[in-house]
Nanobody, 124 residues
């Protein structure tokens, strides 16, 4: 059974940093793109960041560019999201996603494996 398990979420103040991790089990994702999405209450799930299989191609949503950094460790089957200068509008459940192909994409449909999500709450 393939599982993606996120960790690292929590309650922080605006301006703080958090590091999310997502570890896969049941199969390797070293040949697949990985991504982070998020979903705030009452809103649709939205793209945050994506990374190609090799890590050399990365893309971010405009809202997090310059504040968030996605990275991966294929040996550990893990993808990370380093979040800094957090804002209240970053409050959401963050989901890790495993891609259908090796190439990064900001589209939900490009991912066929999803974690259960981890809550990030940013207070003022």
């Amino acid at each position: 059974q393939v599982r993606l398990v996120e960790s690292g979420g929590g309650l922080v103040q605006a301006g703080d940093s958090l590091r999310l991790s997502c570890t896969a089990s049941g199969r390797t994702f070293s040949s697949n793109a990985m991504a982070w999405f998020r979903q705030a209450p009452g809103k649709e799930r939205e793209f945050v960041a994506t990374i190609s299989w090799s890590g050399d191609s990365i893309n971010y949503a405009d809202s997090v560019k310059g504040r968030f950094t996605i990275s991966r460790d294929n040996a550990q089957n893990t993808v990370y999201l380093q979040m800094s200068r957090l804002k209240q509008e970053d409050t959401a459940v963050y989901y890790c996603a495993g891609g259908r192909t090796a190439y990064r994409s900001s589209s939900l449909s490009a991912y066929n494996y999803w974690g259960q999500g981890t809550q990030v709450t940013v207070s003022s």
